[in-house]
């Protein structure tokens, strides 16, 4: 039996609720052939978008210019105090939004690619397994968003998020529990690579080197730091170019595009519209003025629109390709996961002799000093710090950040004020969890609410 798709899609309630879900019905067209999922799972303006609000959560962004606070909207200036809710019960969350979008089509596709009509059995099992990673990126975005940081004694009754694995409009909307998304998660991870090939055609398509990145992630969230090194080790065999970045200072005309970028393992970008994000100043001198990574993606305050007293984040300006900054896996975070792994396991050596191999990269030769550090811990420290001058902007912060808190060593508490009123964020705090938009949760009830 055919099914009707729509090419131009507005699903403004979780794609999945019974009776409430709204589509803008525009250009639909039959899913017949396997080039039209061929075309469906190469839209990127659906697949490869991510995230937004975290960039404001984390403790990279601190909006001190009283100018830049007051001209912020009350949903960014929500995720940025960390309230019990940011939205009203009639507005949307677009993160939410959008990652169950990009469900829905994978689900559309995983249903009906392997019965579509004039293509080879190879090219089918390839879509195949390209809806199964999307749909494990969008599921990773939402679990580690909108649920508690996975915990082996916890996981299996902590409420996850939705799991939604068929376009079927009535599934329940009953939230999985984390371990169960995670499951799931890896499970679509192993089951893509065989079908998929070594590096794509297109860095926003999927690839061995790109499940095996995610799996690394999902693992290193996971503290399954064992199985996390064993993947960031396998993509890094197949894709380990990094950009010399010192090379590019002056000259940022020639840092090439994402798609063409050698660092980039699986193209995800934000979700959303970031401009003029005010940075941390204990950021800003972490990172010291010598790195290219503040030479090339930090910028006075006057260089944005309005202007502000301060430092921005330029990093999306850089690549010719207007507001968008990557968040999927890369070389440098396959580095960084197996030096973290490495420090875990009591082997300093490796890890600091890893991030070398990055921070040469990183500075002007002039400039560099190889790091040395005696102990596992300390390098671990070293680990931390790096990871923070790396994917600094991109929101990766919070994830980080929330998944420290399982070390003491690592928590921090977050304090910054905004409009004259103070706010703290604690460790393991209930905030780190996003809330859900009272939106869905009015419309289905079913959906629980987190505390």
């Given at each position: ?439 869905y949760i009015l419309l289905n009830p079913e959906i629980e609410q987190n505390p």
């Amino acid at each position: 039996m055919k099914r009707a798709i729509y090419f131009l899609m507005v699903i403004v309630l979780t794609t999945g609720c019974r009776k409430y879900v709204e589509v803008d019905q525009i250009g639909n067209r039959v899913l017949k052939y396997t080039k039209d999922y061929r075309a469906l799972l190469d839209n990127s303006s659906v697949l490869e978008g991510g995230f937004g609000l975290p960039v404001y959560s984390n403790d990279d962004t601190r909006f001190i210019d009283t100018t830049k606070q007051i001209a912020m909207i009350d949903i960014n200036r929500n995720a940025y105090s960390w309230q019990a809710q940011y939205w009203s019960d009639t507005q949307g969350d677009g993160d939410w939004e959008r990652l169950y979008k990009s469900i829905y089509v994978c689900n559309e596709a995983i249903e009906g690619v392997m019965t579509s009509e004039s293509g080879t059995d190879a090219l089918k099992k390839q879509l195949y397994a390209e809806a199964l990673v999307h749909r494990a990126y969008a599921y990773w975005c939402l679990v580690n968003i909108y649920a508690k940081q996975y915990d082996s004694t916890t996981a299996a009754s902590d409420l996850g998020v939705p799991l939604l694995l068929t376009p079927d409009l009535f599934a329940s909307l009953k939230r999985a529990s984390v371990a169960t998304v995670y499951n799931q998660i890896i499970t679509d991870l192993l089951a893509s690579a065989d079908d998929l090939p070594s590096l794509p055609d297109y860095n926003t398509r999927p690839s061995k080197a790109g499940v095996y990145a995610l799996l690394a992630r999902t693992y290193l969230c996971k503290r399954d730091f064992s199985n996390a090194r064993t993947y960031a080790d396998m993509a890094l065999s197949l894709q380990s170019g990094l950009l010399d970045l010192p090379t590019y200072v002056g000259n940022t005309a020639a840092i090439p595009y994402r798609i063409a970028d050698p660092e980039v393992i699986f193209s995800k970008i934000n979700n959303g519209n970031y401009t003029g994000i005010q940075l941390d100043t204990a950021l800003l001198s972490l990172l010291g003025t010598k790195d290219a990574r503040y030479t090339l993606f930090v910028k006075p305050g006057g260089n944005f629109s309005p202007t502000f007293v301060g430092y921005g984040y330029w990093r999306y300006r850089y690549s010719k390709e207007g507001i968008y900054f990557c968040q999927g896996p890369s070389v440098p975070e396959m580095m960084l996961v197996k030096a973290e792994c490495a420090a875990r396991a009591n082997d300093a050596t490796t890890a600091i002799g890893i991030l070398n191999t990055l921070r040469q990269k990183r500075f002007a030769a002039a400039d560099y000093t190889d790091l040395t550090v005696s102990t596992a811990s300390d390098a671990l420290l070293s680990v931390v710090a790096e990871r923070r001058r790396e994917f600094f902007g991109t929101g990766l912060r919070w994830f980080d950040q929330k998944r420290y808190n399982k070390d003491v060593a690592l928590q921090v508490t977050v304090t910054r004020t905004l409009n004259h009123q103070d706010y703290t964020l604690e460790p393991n705090s209930n905030r780190y969890v996003f809330p859900i938009g009272t939106k869905y949760i009015l419309l289905n009830p079913e959906i629980e609410q987190n505390p």
